[in-house]
């Protein structure tokens, strides 16, 4: 049994107010994967890179426990690369360059020793891809969780239904769950978008945390209120990688843990935002993230004897 | 011991997707005066209204049991008029009219059976008005709790300063709270406004809930998730209201209450947006209060073993 996660590895270069880096090590799948760790193991994944992503950079998952069986290198060739600048707020960015290389004929595999897979976690990528991945599994997991973004929206909405139909839980920001549904307020957008395939829909809304519709039920998630939101990149594949982490470690799909999924998802993500790249999720340890989900805890519970 | 509320007692028109209202009873002393009613008894008002408002309207407050010794009625001058649009997103209005009217030249008068002030509430007003109000009270309150707003900040700046010197909690807006501290992340604005008076700061986010700072802890309430919001006029006072009649109900300042009291500011202000103008808020009881009490609860209480 094992959790497995595709997505992206890739090169980043990013600009935030508070400095610029070279090309950095980025991508779903390493954000999930590296967040996925802290709470569940053996981490599988499906991805490509070039040849020159080199193995100190690979190295970063592998030290981490992750399995790279998944992980087609090839030669000669370049690896994705995306670049982007922050604007001041930290909630909006452009992309400045998008170089698919490798991944414009992303052919993804899957090792035999993947097939115990019970736990996958579709990262953001192209949905065509996402499809051949769950053609090519031969057993259904036990639960898909999706994220994806607005671009796929635009380009490939008849695959990604297709997705949508054979996953459990969506996670996606508010606009998209907005432009997806084709309704304003988030309630009714939820309510559609959960007649569309997946059983649970996660909203983020970033500083403003998540929302978590299902089962009949509503949940809120806080973001943890930060003095400095260093580098968004990846944040949001934390919080993924975090969430299934948590829901493989505990192995039971109910509503209570999918909440508590949530709250760990978001732990991880502020964690993620700390540092530029993946570095602040390359050093984390269990007090810190015990501490966080104290601070999670202290955050939002209260008590009304009314 | 008694409950005060200073604010304008106007009317409005609103326009918003839903419809349209001719002058309609509004103000921030009517909606919080109306959702402190069901939490806190006697709430005393502090305003003015033209010998246009009519009794109709008046009995509105009086058959709420608050006490309108302390709102002038000016015969043969119109009431404060505001007139507003709502976009579709419900988040954005412009405003349409403003009128001042009796508000131009208002000298609020403090009557006698008004110095039994323990919770005072200082209403969206003008920065002289709310000091004049301070001055004139024999007693300094147990808790002053200000509600203010970005005009203030933009036309009366030395004035409010001087009244946050002399309150305990403030509310305002999380565009405000940046406008007004000078610092983009909300956590360093907190810092900073808790430097100019107040021993709390409430930052209100409309439908991502409220953050409350203070005794060197934080909390994030959520704003429960609407299908449809019919019309936000009043949703901050209605907060504010609640907020302070949940503390005057208890008595007792603790970062503790506070929460809680956060809590039924939102659960009131969750009930003022359903209708149109003060028409929810005139027939709420306490069993649909407890039921969204209830529903807060549900949608952020978690149980995290870790």
New interface residues.
């Given amino acids: 049994m094992s959790l497995v996660i595709i997505g992206t590895i890739a090169y980043d270069a990013i600009e935030t107010p508070f400095g610029k880096t070279d090309k950095i090590v980025g991508g779903a799948a390493t954000f999930a994967g590296l967040a996925a760790t802290y709470l569940y193991r053996p981490v599988k994944l499906i991805g490509v890179v070039g040849g020159d992503f080199g193995d100190e950079n690979l190295n970063i998952l592998k030290s981490r426990g992750i399995d790279m069986e998944g992980v087609q290198v090839k030669e000669g060739q370049k690896s994705f690369f995306w670049s982007g600048r922050y604007h ?2 930290m909630n909006s960015r452009d992309t400045l360059v998008t170089e698919l290389n490798v991944l414009a004929d992303f052919d993804p595999v899957i090792p035999a020793t993947y097939q115990d897979c019970e736990y996958l976690l579709l990262g953001n990528l192209t949905p065509q891809v996402q499809l051949t991945t769950l053609a090519r599994l031969q057993h259904k997991p036990k639960l898909v969780v999706l994220d994806t973004m607005n671009f796929w929206m635009d380009t490939a909405l008849d695959d990604l239904q297709k997705v949508l139909r054979q996953v459990d839980v969506l996670a996606i920001n508010d606009a998209e769950a907005r432009q997806l549904a084709g309704e ?5 957008a939820a ?1 559609k978008i959960l007649t569309m395939g997946p059983r649970y829909l996660i909203i983020k ?1 970033g ?3 998540a ?1 978590l519709f299902g089962d009949g ?7 943890l ?5 260093f580098d968004p990149t990846g944040a949001g594949d934390s919080f993924a990688g975090g969430f299934i982490g948590y829901l493989a470690n505990v192995g039971t799909i109910t509503f ?1 843990n999918m ?2 999924a949530v ?1 760990f998802g978001s732990a991880l993500a502020s964690f993620c935002v700390e540092k530029f790249g993946t570095e602040r999720l390359q050093e984390l340890d269990q007090t810190q993230i ?1 501490q966080r ?1 104290a601070q999670f ?8 004897g ?1």
Same sequence: chains 1, 2.
């Fill in positions: 001041n707020d304003y307020t988030l309630v009714k309510e809304k500083e403003h945390g929302l039920q509503v949940f809120s998630a806080p973001a209120p930060l003095a400095d939101v209570h909440k508590n709250i015990r989900i805890t202290a955050l939002s519970q209260f008590e009304i009314y």
